[in-house]
């Protein structure tokens, strides 16, 4: 497992019935059912973060428009930051609503929109690259 994926986790356990957003580069990053309740209150899409487990995101610029929608969803949540002085994780926003008591930790990954697309894009992408190939091999 990651270092990350631990850290996330340790975070959410410590904080049992709030969404726990977690930095990650230019997002704020939720893991498993924090993913899956982000997904549903603000509509972005999750990715895969590995096998049966969703992971969503709020770009860093963007998280003052997220924050009012959460706040509405009535939920509890957690917002940690990196600081890089002390190499830690700390808190920087944290707000009291309501127990997340969510159990799902994927979007049923068969019919997963992210996972389908993808494949599909990735597949598409390799054939084209075999196509450029040929017609390169062609022209010498």
């Avoid at 230019?26 to 498993?32: L, R």
């Avoid at 969703?54 to 930051?81: M, Q, T």
């Avoid at 830690?88 to 609503?97: D, H, N, P, V």
Wanted: with cysteine; net charge positive.
């Amino acid at each position: 497992m990651s270092k990350y994926y631990e850290i996330v986790k340790k975070l959410q356990h410590e904080n049992k019935g709030k969404i726990v957003l977690v930095r990650n580069g230019i997002f704020y990053c939720a893991i498993g059912k924090d993913a899956v309740l982000l997904h549903n209150i603000l509509g972005y899409i999750p990715v895969c973060f590995k096998e049966k487990i969703c992971k969503c995101g709020i770009p860093v610029r963007g998280i003052e428009v997220a924050i009012p929608k959460l706040i509405n969803s009535g939920y509890g949540y957690i917002i940690y930051d990196y600081k890089k002085e002390n190499q830690k994780y700390e808190e920087i926003f944290r707000l009291e609503g309501r127990y997340v008591d969510e159990k799902a930790n994927n979007i049923n990954c068969e019919k997963c929109w992210y996972k389908e697309n993808r494949i599909k894009s990735t597949k598409e992408y390799v054939e084209n690259l075999k196509k450029l190939a040929q017609e390169r091999e062609k022209e010498k």
